[in-house]
């Protein structure tokens, strides 16, 4: 028979998300990729839409559930991206006498209430808080009423883990009713405190109370929590919404569980444009049917959108911070997204709203006030259109046509070949820049109105629904799925951990213990938690029991058989029981790098030196002797170090520990075992050059620290996605700066530059949840300190941001440096 164009089919078995049979045409087979019913290799259930809620269009649906199989036992499930930090609900129900049930956000922490009785309402309010806005988070609230042990009456999930810490807690009596999954009226959100955000993947099950394993898995290669099919039964109120169907806004509600409990949505829109509420915008990372063209609306994944956190221009934001409106002000940095890119080829629009008189930008910026780019330069710098003209920093030239409200402006960033071209409706507007530098960019529009003038209005599309205008050939969406490959942070054998670990672990007073760390254990950085000792530092070219203290300018000690005796693949050897490390009553953190796991000669510098070093990880150990004045050093790293970390280990007078810092620059150098500030006594303190990808300098010996005797450095070079070493400026607020890294962090160590201020370091396993607050200081002795709820900052997928007011961390205009490793790339990160 004649089938002009394709393969001759056969009948064909529907697909699923884990199989498909039949003879299928390409053609076929991307249709049903595109519509979400073809099995993905690598991820199990690639989700396709979401739902976006805009508390300003009162969004909600509602259904009333009927008499349920057990009003007891049930398991709420949803994937949710916040836009906001305000105290919305997520899935209610109320009864005619006033009482309900609640699952909400109160100052940041979850709460599960359910007052079915006066007076007996069930409370579990976690401690950690939920802060994050730039990616998804998995939320679960399981009850089950007819367990003996109160605790296990109920339970909240948050990203596959069961919270065990809360503020406050009331469980339910054994075998008392809820008011969900009763026969009254349900909500998702709520039409008296409305969600701002995005949801997904809204699992509700009658009569069963399942874990986290039930809806997700974490992902072998990435590490991360990630969505998995649900396949058990539902019971008589359960429902199954997904929203990936948006022919209409009443298909939007449509239950897949196969019970036909639909939905009916309120004030949500479908129409094509802006106000479309059905978007690509998902937690699971896939890519779609075409890789060659991105026209927007196709590629699943974690989307990017103006950053609530990086809001230097305190726009009000909207539709799922995709839109954005001044009120006018002094500051022409504008507002950042959640997602900078510093390689590969971008495509966004914007649409122009309402325009002030006074200008308004629409571009690309990098390092502005409130922190640095984590790669490349420090410099502050931002390239705008502004209506007819184009400007760079304050340079201000000629460019393209003007325009106005209802235009779409598309933005074409070519970072490998360093170009920016702008269109209007379309149309290229030419070349605009033909030499971008090399750093992170971030999509921005900002206003030059006044306190008292009106300010501008913008609408963001950065691919998570269809563009406008086609883009140029080879132009990706701003998505995290379409993020460039990470050296690190992918592959069952090339995570994060495998480079740097965070090790906690309590004392047992027993000699030859063993500490397994997971990774090549080549540099150890330990300190005891509770009680108050030296940070004890070890690496395996100065070998076993060879201490140095970071609070202290003694030099090297050899401990024989105490302390670190071995530095094994996975693990690292304790010898004799100590306080400062193993004893029975002391907590313990031990952070760990991978350096390779041998030595190696290195001549590159006038100097030999040892070297260690892993150039996957851009960290090296390096050892030498100090010979004459302004040797260079070889450091094997293959790229130009951005923090050094020195100690002479043999001087017999008391010497301090000098830190280079890309920020600061050669001619000046901090001590990492005092508090104080910056010093400048030496313009060639770190030679005469800045650290190369092959070596680095040092000050004669007769002037300074870094080079006297037998002689250690610890280097680090940022790895994209897995380390960041770069700088910021403090607000002196409770709002403090966000500072993006391009990953979630599992470690941090900050240090004020510009006056005196303690050391500081934060880990991800000693808080394991937002806030973070249990602070290790290394330049004194401390015991840990423990911050409460006024010392915080909080972890993110994709940063850090600091919520206190403190000098240690954010005095006003205050500069500071820090140094981070990762715990997953943002291209695959959860929100925390």
């Given at each position: 028979?004649?089938?002009p164009?394709?393969?001759?089919?056969?009948?064909?078995?529907?697909?699923?998300?884990t199989?498909?049979?039949?003879?299928?045409?390409?053609?076929?087979?991307?249709?049903?990729?595109?519509?979400?019913?073809?099995p993905?290799?690598?991820?199990?259930?690639?989700?396709s839409?979401?739902?976006?809620?805009?508390?300003?269009d009162s969004?909600?649906?509602?259904?009333t559930?009927?008499?349920?199989?057990?009003?007891?036992?049930?398991?709420?499930?949803?994937?949710v991206?916040?836009c906001?930090n305000?105290n919305?609900?997520?899935?209610?129900?109320?009864a005619?006498?006033?009482?309900g049930g609640?699952?909400?956000?109160?100052?940041g922490?979850?709460?599960?209430?359910?007052?079915?009785?006066?007076?007996?309402?069930?409370?579990?309010?976690?401690?950690a808080?939920?802060?994050?806005?730039?990616?998804?988070?998995?939320?679960m609230?399981?009850?089950?009423?007819?367990?003996a042990?109160a605790?296990?009456r109920?339970?909240?999930y948050?990203?596959?883990s069961?919270?065990?810490?809360?503020?406050?807690?009331a469980y339910?009596?054994?075998?008392?009713?809820?008011?969900?999954?009763?026969?009254i009226?349900?909500?998702?959100t709520a039409?008296?405190?409305?969600f701002?955000g995005?949801?997904?993947?809204?699992?509700?099950?009658?009569?069963?109370a399942?874990?986290?394993?039930?809806?997700?898995?974490?992902?072998?290669?990435?590490?991360?929590?990630?969505p998995?099919?649900?396949t058990?039964?539902y019971?008589?109120?359960?429902?199954?919404?997904n929203?990936?169907d948006?022919?209409?806004t009443?298909?939007?509600g449509?239950?897949?569980?196969?019970?036909?409990?639909?939905?009916?949505?309120n004030n949500?829109s479908?129409?094509?444009?802006?106000?479309?509420?059905?978007?690509?915008?998902v937690?699971?990372?896939w890519?779609?049917?075409s890789?060659?063209?991105?026209?927007?609306?196709?590629?699943?994944?974690n989307?990017?959108?103006?950053?609530?956190?990086r809001?230097?221009q305190?726009a009000?934001l909207?539709n799922?911070?995709?839109?954005?409106?001044?009120?006018?002000?002094t500051?022409r940095?504008?507002?950042?997204?959640?997602l900078?890119?510093s390689s590969?080829k971008?495509?966004?629009?914007?649409?122009?709203?309402?325009l002030?008189?006074d200008?308004?930008?629409?571009?690309?910026?990098?390092?502005?006030?409130?922190?640095?780019s984590?790669?490349?330069?420090?410099?502050q710098s931002?390239?705008y259109?502004?209506?007819?003209?184009?400007?760079?920093n304050a340079?201000t030239?000629?460019y393209?046509?003007?325009?106005?409200a209802?235009?779409?402006?598309g933005?074409?960033?070519?970072?490998?070949?360093g170009?920016?071209?702008f269109?209007?409706?379309?149309?290229?507007?030419?070349t605009?820049?033909?030499?971008?530098?090399?750093n992170t960019?971030f999509?921005t529009?900002?206003?030059?109105?006044?306190?008292?003038?009106?300010?501008?209005s913008?609408?963001?599309?950065?691919?998570?629904?269809?563009?406008?205008?086609?883009?140029?050939?080879g132009?990706?969406?701003?998505?995290?799925?379409?993020?460039?490959?990470?050296?690190i942070?992918?592959?069952?054998?090339?995570?994060?951990?495998?480079?740097?670990?965070?090790?906690?672990?309590?004392?047992?007073s027993?000699?030859?213990?063993?500490?397994t760390?997971?990774?090549?254990?080549?540099?150890?950085?330990?300190?005891?938690?509770n009680?108050?000792?030296?940070?004890?530092?070890?690496d395996?070219?100065r070998?076993?029991?060879?201490?140095?203290?970071?609070?202290?300018?003694?030099?090297?000690?050899n401990?024989?058989?105490?302390y670190?005796?071995?530095?094994?693949s996975?693990?690292?050897?304790?010898?004799?029981?100590?306080?400062?490390l193993?004893?029975?009553?002391?907590?313990?953190?031990?952070?760990v790098?991978?350096?390779?796991?041998s030595?190696?000669?290195?001549t590159?510098g006038?100097?030999?030196?040892?070297?260690?070093?892993?150039?996957?990880?851009?960290?090296?150990?390096?050892?030498w002797?100090?010979a004459?004045?302004?040797?260079?050093?070889?450091?094997?790293?293959?790229?130009?170090p951005?923090?050094?970390?020195?100690?002479?280990?043999?001087?017999?007078?008391?010497?301090?520990?000098p830190?280079?810092h890309?920020?600061?620059?050669?001619?000046?150098?901090l001590t990492?075992?005092?508090?104080?500030?910056?010093?400048?006594?030496?313009?060639?303190?770190?030679?005469?050059?800045?650290?190369?990808?092959?070596i680095?300098?040092?000050?004669t010996?007769?002037?300074?620290?870094?080079?006297i005797?037998?002689?250690?450095?610890?280097c680090?070079?940022?790895?994209a996605g897995?380390?960041?070493?770069?700088?910021?400026?403090g607000?002196?607020?409770?709002d403090g700066?966000?500072?993006?890294?391009?990953?979630?962090?599992?470690?941090?160590m900050v240090?004020r530059t510009?006056?005196t201020?303690t050391?500081?370091?934060?880990?991800?396993?000693?808080n394991?949840y937002?806030?973070?607050?249990l602070?290790?200081?290394?330049?004194?002795?401390?015991?840990?300190?423990?911050?409460?709820t006024?010392y915080?900052e909080?972890?993110?997928?994709?940063?850090?941001?600091?919520?206190?007011?403190d000098?240690?961390?954010?005095a006003s205009?205050g500069?500071?440096?820090?140094?981070?490793?990762?715990?997953?790339p943002?291209?695959?990160?959860?929100?925390?």
């Amino acid at each position: 028979m004649d089938y002009p164009g394709k393969v001759i089919t056969k009948t064909q078995v529907t697909p699923t998300q884990t199989s498909a049979s039949g003879n299928w045409t390409l053609d076929d087979q991307a249709a049903a990729i595109k519509n979400n019913n073809w099995p993905v290799a690598g991820v199990p259930n690639p989700i396709s839409k979401s739902l976006r809620f805009n508390s300003a269009d009162s969004t909600y649906l509602n259904r009333t559930l009927t008499t349920p199989t057990n009003n007891l036992i049930w398991t709420w499930s949803a994937w949710v991206k916040r836009c906001d930090n305000a105290n919305p609900y997520l899935f209610t129900t109320t009864a005619t006498d006033g009482s309900g049930g609640y699952i909400y956000f109160a100052s940041g922490t979850l709460v599960y209430w359910d007052d079915r009785q006066a007076g007996n309402a069930t409370v579990l309010q976690t401690s950690a808080v939920y802060r994050d806005q730039s990616a998804w988070y998995h939320f679960m609230v399981v009850t089950d009423r007819t367990q003996a042990t109160a605790s296990n009456r109920a339970k909240i999930y948050v990203n596959g883990s069961q919270v065990t810490n809360f503020n406050a807690t009331a469980y339910p009596n054994q075998n008392e009713a809820s008011q969900f999954n009763s026969a009254i009226p349900h909500y998702i959100t709520a039409p008296s405190s409305f969600f701002n955000g995005y949801m997904t993947e809204i699992n509700f099950i009658d009569g069963q109370a399942l874990d986290a394993s039930s809806f997700g898995l974490t992902n072998p290669q990435t590490g991360q929590w990630i969505p998995k099919k649900y396949t058990g039964t539902y019971g008589t109120n359960g429902f199954y919404l997904n929203f990936k169907d948006a022919t209409s806004t009443t298909t939007l509600g449509y239950d897949y569980s196969g019970n036909a409990n639909n939905w009916t949505t309120n004030n949500f829109s479908v129409t094509a444009g802006s106000g479309n509420d059905s978007l690509t915008d998902v937690p699971t990372p896939w890519v779609a049917y075409s890789a060659t063209g991105d026209v927007g609306g196709v590629i699943r994944g974690n989307y990017c959108t103006w950053n609530p956190l990086r809001n230097d221009q305190n726009a009000v934001l909207s539709n799922g911070n995709l839109d954005l409106s001044t009120a006018g002000s002094t500051s022409r940095y504008g507002t950042y997204t959640t997602l900078g890119v510093s390689s590969a080829k971008w495509y966004w629009e914007i649409t122009a709203g309402s325009l002030s008189t006074d200008g308004y930008n629409i571009g690309i910026a990098s390092a502005s006030k409130g922190a640095t780019s984590p790669l490349g330069s420090d410099t502050q710098s931002y390239i705008y259109l502004s209506n007819g003209d184009k400007r760079t920093n304050a340079t201000t030239a000629a460019y393209g046509a003007t325009y106005t409200a209802g235009d779409v402006i598309g933005v074409a960033l070519d970072l490998d070949a360093g170009t920016l071209v702008f269109y209007k409706n379309g149309s290229s507007q030419g070349t605009a820049y033909s030499s971008i530098p090399s750093n992170t960019w971030f999509p921005t529009v900002a206003d030059d109105a006044t306190a008292s003038t009106t300010g501008s209005s913008f609408v963001a599309n950065f691919g998570q629904r269809p563009f406008a205008y086609t883009p140029p050939a080879g132009f990706r969406s701003l998505c995290t799925t379409n993020l460039p490959a990470t050296t690190i942070g992918f592959g069952l054998t090339n995570q994060a951990d495998d480079y740097f670990n965070t090790v906690i672990f309590t004392g047992n007073s027993t000699s030859d213990r063993t500490i397994t760390t997971g990774l090549q254990s080549d540099f150890v950085w330990a300190k005891r938690r509770n009680d108050a000792y030296s940070h004890l530092l070890f690496d395996a070219i100065r070998g076993a029991g060879r201490t140095l203290r970071s609070d202290s300018t003694n030099i090297e000690s050899n401990d024989g058989g105490f302390y670190v005796q071995q530095f094994n693949s996975d693990n690292y050897l304790i010898g004799a029981t100590d306080q400062a490390l193993n004893h029975s009553s002391g907590t313990y953190v031990s952070w760990v790098w991978n350096a390779g796991g041998s030595n190696a000669t290195n001549t590159a510098g006038t100097v030999t030196s040892t070297v260690r070093a892993n150039t996957t990880a851009g960290f090296s150990i390096v050892t030498w002797t100090g010979a004459a004045a302004g040797d260079t050093i070889g450091h094997g790293l293959g790229a130009a170090p951005s923090l050094i970390i020195t100690k002479t280990r043999t001087d017999n007078t008391a010497q301090p520990w000098p830190v280079y810092h890309r920020s600061l620059g050669r001619g000046k150098y901090l001590t990492l075992n005092t508090t104080a500030a910056e010093n400048a006594s030496y313009s060639t303190y770190w030679g005469n050059s800045e650290p190369s990808s092959t070596i680095f300098g040092t000050l004669t010996i007769a002037q300074g620290a870094n080079n006297i005797g037998n002689m250690v450095a610890y280097c680090f070079a940022p790895v994209a996605g897995y380390s960041a070493i770069g700088s910021y400026t403090g607000n002196g607020s409770s709002d403090g700066p966000f500072v993006y890294l391009g990953f979630r962090p599992a470690f941090l160590m900050v240090k004020r530059t510009d006056s005196t201020g303690t050391w500081v370091i934060i880990d991800s396993k000693r808080n394991t949840y937002n806030p973070e607050n249990l602070e290790l200081y290394p330049n004194t002795t401390a015991a840990e300190g423990n911050g409460g709820t006024t010392y915080i900052e909080d972890f993110l997928s994709n940063g850090f941001k600091i919520r206190q007011t403190d000098t240690t961390w954010n005095a006003s205009g205050g500069t500071y440096i820090y140094a981070a490793f990762a715990e997953s790339p943002f291209q695959f990160a959860n929100a925390r």
